[in-house]
């Protein structure tokens, strides 16, 4: 089932690369100079030796047609993953047909593929006949659950109160408050488990300080935390799909059990987030066959990329499930049927003024969404003011692009990209504007990732 | 995004106003609208306010469109082939890291090879894919000495972006014209009107450009308006004279030689008299020769270099010698032939009067005036007096400015002559130039007898004129004086800058002869303690950089 296929782009190599400072190291490995006995198998593996400063050549091997993403093995020092030599590995394979041709795997390497292989197979079995783990005790689990529920319903009271303390003041009063009480409102969240909640709380004391307007945001802002509250507490007289939505905007714990739905996915765009704790991953998957745009998120320890990546511009075909809540993008991903390989094919596109009611209508079934993911069909970048938007190349409208957009060094690609003609852009719209991931030329040409 | 016109029931955009206003207040100052005051106030007013946000955000249109910008204009090369535009992608994304000793490890220095890529896809008239303009602009910014190759190869769509952009307003600047483009050279009428109106930039790249296809068409261009420019602007003007350079030029400069401007006269003198056959070049020779003759009555000063003479005489120990007159005064006409009169601090006046005679001369009036003898011949001739350095220097100077193939080659001398090492009468920065009117092979051969001869320490400014990539006897002449100098025990960085020119001029082809040096040598008793390891690593990164610039060039399809 794992044909190799056509080999990857060196950007989606790249892409892998868990920081800046590897990406560069990896880019120096990627010519034959220090390589050696380099090669690729059929199955996906890739295999090579890296002289180094020792006396010694780094055995390095990746496994690319693994159903859980590409799996790296070096005997370098680097705790970095994955390192430099897998990465250099890979640009070689991907730029060098002949410096990496296909061939018989050697015994290291083939052993090492086939320790991984066999526990994922076990694993996999594992899953599929026993029960579920950790439910050896549904009382148990049911009552650890009602605990939480009523933690987190405290919480939601306290907050509550707190609102209206503060509405009662006056937002005026906020901007003098300054963050530390709103850190303080966070922590007794945090305290109730009610994670969603801290979350925003958290992020309603930076609002003072964004210049004009900030009193409108407070209130919409507040306005939704109020709303999401008030649903929690009333999660019983609401529809499944919304109450659904409201328990996972609270931050409590769901898992991916909706039904799977196997397509051929492209993958649309890849970026991280990162805050002192944690590196949050977004992946966007756009189905070939069922048109469906679905979230993949994943997570890694601060300063440590997510182990799942998807370069931009490859195409998987897959089983996703997806998370509960109505109108929820956020998938799963289930199991892979091949590898990722190169797709020339595009997302349909559509106008500016389609992308705005799409986003109107997805808050019908998550009030609290902050933007859509939508692709863009025949927009101009045009600059406005200090700002920039995206203009219909055939009629008066156009969408403004988000603080976060124009900062970017992304957008500037897309101008240069776009070069005063219409170009197809994949992005978030909401009610800030649009956030722009990745763009086609009008003509043919590859996916140019913008963040 | 704008919001939407509310629907006529709808409490709409004052509603809202009075919901901010209250919270902004406090209900305990204010009562929202349309409830009653109390303990459920802010809750009520929670409640609209969540009601209308979700109103607001769900009734979003997008805005009216701004002025879309001019399209760019249209780029008809063709498309760098893709595997090439990967590799300029992560050549742009590599920046100079900190370090900055000579021990750069074994990975090869990608900021180092992109001046190398641009000329390449220069060369074979490449269009970058747009998304990298950003980068490439960046990278153009950051360094002055890739800008006029990477803006050429960015191209039209460049300038467009640099319009929009801050940042990046240098390369309209350093875009001659500003960016704008220059009419058809056989558009006569626009030709006439940039002439006429343009700003200095425009005018100097529209002569430049003229200049490059009809020399005659450029210097009657110029001829229109010499009377009216400014000194400044004639010195520039007359200095794109150069290209293209012939004798249809000489009545012009002869009338520039009596320009108001000093640097204008100095400048036309210098242009005439690399025309050997002006009459600038007769009068200087005519003066030259009167300081220069030969001696036979002078005997030998040193027997080390004593020609015997197969003069008439044939049988005295007396050998023909140089004897050297130097000017005595400089007299207006000399001034007037751009000879300058007041000679720099701490120079004698009558040898820079000589120098600058000599200088201009046509290297043709020494064969005649000193005895029908060769170049090689002149130049093997003693000098009386000490006045060698003063006149080899001279000659030196002209054989560069009159491109002078066969006086270089005498002047050079051989290549493994002791005094090739310095010090000599010419010195190397002298020899560097002189390498130049030689043709490319030539000159490569030349250095790697000097390289073989002296070895690499003095040989970096002689490898700098030579042609990329190297021959194959000059890069296996770099590549043994390198071995020999790991053998010797030294460490590599002594050696980091010819190291550096190898990686980038050295044949892609020479990377296999390589291979033996890559293992770490034994280290011999008196070597420098970790040195092989070294050279090991140096020679391990130069390996590296010749085997990516040989994929660099085949994706360019430049084999």
């Not at chain 2, 709409?12 to 209900?27: N, R």
Request: with cysteine.
């Amino acid at each position: 089932m794992t044909q190799q296929g056509v080999r990857w782009t060196a950007d989606q190599v790249l892409a892998l690369a868990p920081d800046a400072a590897s990406r560069k190291a990896g880019s120096k490995l990627g010519a034959a100079g220090p390589w050696s006995e380099a090669g690729c198998a059929d199955e996906g593996t890739v295999w090579g030796l890296c002289k180094g400063s020792g006396s010694k050549p780094y055995q390095t091997v990746v496994d690319i047609a693994d159903a859980a993403g590409p799996a790296y093995k070096c005997s370098c020092p680097s705790r970095k993953f994955p390192c430099k030599h897998a990465l250099g590995l890979l640009l070689l394979w991907a730029a060098d047909e002949a410096a990496v041709p296909p061939g018989q795997v050697p015994p290291w390497a083939a052993q090492w593929t086939a320790g991984r292989r066999g526990r994922a197979e076990e694993k996999k079995a594992g899953d599929g006949s026993g029960a579920p783990s950790g439910s050896a005790d549904p009382q148990a689990a049911r009552r650890r659950a009602e605990r939480r529920a009523e933690r987190v319903t405290a919480g939601a009271v306290e907050l509550e109160q707190r609102l209206v303390d503060l509405l009662r003041g006056g937002l005026a009063t906020a901007e003098q408050a300054g963050y530390g009480l709103w850190e303080e409102t966070a922590a007794r969240m945090v305290d109730a488990q009610a994670q969603g909640l801290a979350g925003r709380v958290r992020e309603l004391g930076a609002i003072p300080a964004t210049g004009p307007g900030w009193p409108v945001r407070l209130l919409e802002e507040c306005a939704l935390l109020h709303l999401l509250g008030r649903g929690w507490l009333r999660r019983e007289r609401l529809p499944d799909g919304l109450a659904a939505t409201v328990r996972s905007r609270m931050g409590l714990p769901a898992s991916a059990d909706g039904p799977s739905l196997r397509d051929h996915w492209l993958v649309l765009a890849q970026y991280d987030t990162a805050d002192p704790r944690l590196t949050t991953r977004r992946i966007w998957l756009h189905g070939a066959a069922s048109h469906r745009t679905v979230l993949l998120l994943s997570y890694g320890a601060a300063g440590r990329a997510p182990e799942l990546a998807l370069p931009v511009g490859l195409s998987l075909e897959a089983e996703v499930s997806a998370y509960p809540g109505a109108g929820q993008p956020r998938v799963a991903l289930g199991e892979r049927f091949a590898p990722p390989a190169p797709a020339a094919i595009r997302p349909p596109g559509m106008t500016t003024s389609r992308a705005a009611a799409r986003y109107g209508d997805a808050l019908r079934e998550d009030p609290w969404l902050e933007s859509v993911p939508v692709t863009l069909d025949r927009v101009v970048p045009a600059p406005d003011g200090d700002s920039w938007q995206l203009a219909d190349a055939d009629e008066d409208a156009a969408l403004p692009l988000t603080p976060t957009a124009r900062s970017r060094p992304g957008l500037w690609r897309l101008v240069a990209l776009s070069g005063g003609a219409p170009v197809r852009v994949f992005g978030e719209c909401g009610h800030q504007g649009f956030t722009p991931l990745t763009a086609w030329p009008e003509g043919p040409g590859d996916a140019v990732a913008l963040c | 995004m704008t919001r939407t016109s509310a629907p006529v029931d709808a409490p709409g955009a004052d509603a809202w106003e009075g919901l901010v206003t209250t919270a902004l207040l406090g209900t305990d100052r204010r009562t929202p609208p349309g409830t009653a005051p109390g303990r459920d106030a802010p809750v009520a007013l929670l409640d609209a306010a969540a009601v209308e946000t979700v109103r607001r955000r769900a009734g979003l249109r997008p805005a009216r469109a701004a002025e879309r910008p001019q399209p760019a204009p249209e780029d008809a090369r063709p498309a760098l082939p893709p595997a090439a535009a990967r590799r300029l992608a992560m050549l742009l994304a590599d920046r100079p890291g900190p370090s900055g000793g000579g021990r750069r490890g074994a990975a090869p220095d990608l900021t180092e090879l992109l001046p190398q890529w641009l000329a390449a896809a220069n060369a074979r008239g490449f269009a970058p894919p747009p998304q990298a303009l950003p980068a490439l602009l960046d990278a153009a910014r950051g360094r002055t000495d890739l800008r006029p190759a990477a803006l050429e190869f960015a191209g039209p769509r460049a300038l467009w972006m640099a319009r929009l952009n801050a940042d990046w307003r240098f390369a309209l600047r350093a875009t001659p014209g500003g960016g704008a483009a220059l009419p058809h050279l056989e558009d006569d009428d626009r030709v006439q009107q940039l002439w006429q109106e343009g700003l200095f930039a425009e005018r100097v790249a529209l002569l430049s450009a003229l200049r490059s296809r009809e020399p005659a068409a450029a210097r009657d261009l110029l001829a229109t308006t010499w009377a009216t420019e400014r000194a400044e602007d004639r010195l520039m003007f007359l200095d794109s004279l150069r290209a293209g350079l012939g004798p249809d030029d000489e009545p012009f400069l002869e009338q520039a030689l009596a320009d108001r401007g000093r640097n204008v006269r100095a400048t036309a003198a210098e242009l005439l008299s690399a025309l050997p056959g002006s009459a600038l070049a007769a009068r200087m020779a005519v003066r030259a020769e009167a300081c220069v003759a030969i001696d036979h009555l002078q005997t030998a000063q040193s027997p080390g270099t004593g020609l015997v003479s197969k003069g008439p005489g044939g049988t005295t120990k007396s050998t023909p010698t140089i004897a050297v007159e130097a000017p005595h005064e400089c007299d207006p006409g000399m001034e007037r032939d751009g000879v300058v009169a007041k000679a720099p601090a701490g120079r004698g006046e009558r040898s820079w009067w000589l120098g600058q005679l000599v200088e201009a001369a046509p290297l043709g009036t020494w064969s005649r005036r000193l005895g029908g003898r060769t170049p090689r011949e002149i130049v093997a001739l003693p000098v009386a007096d000490g006045w060698q350095g003063e006149l080899h220097a001279a000659w030196c100077r002209a054989a560069v400015r009159q491109r002078d193939a066969e006086w270089s080659r005498a002047l050079l001398g051989d290549p493994s002559a002791p005094e090739a090492g310095g010090p000599g009468a010419v010195s190397l920065a002298e020899r560097a130039k002189l390498l130049g009117t030689l043709g490319a092979a030539e000159r490569a051969a030349w250095v790697a007898g000097f390289i073989a001869a002296h070895g690499l320490s003095e040989a970096f400014q002689l490898l700098g004129v030579c042609a990329v990539p190297w021959t194959a006897p000059l890069g296996g002449a770099v590549v043994d004086a390198l071995n020999i100098a790991r053998d010797a025990g030294s460490y590599p960085w002594s050696f980091s800058g010819v190291m550096g020119l190898a990686e980038r001029c050295l044949a892609p082809s020479e990377a296999s002869r390589l291979d033996a040096l890559l293992a770490v040598p034994d280290e011999p008793e008196n070597a420098s303690p970790g040195a092989g390891g070294y050279w090991a690593e140096a020679f391990q990164r130069l390996v590296t950089t010749l085997r990516l610039r040989a994929a660099m060039a085949e994706e360019l399809g430049a084999a």
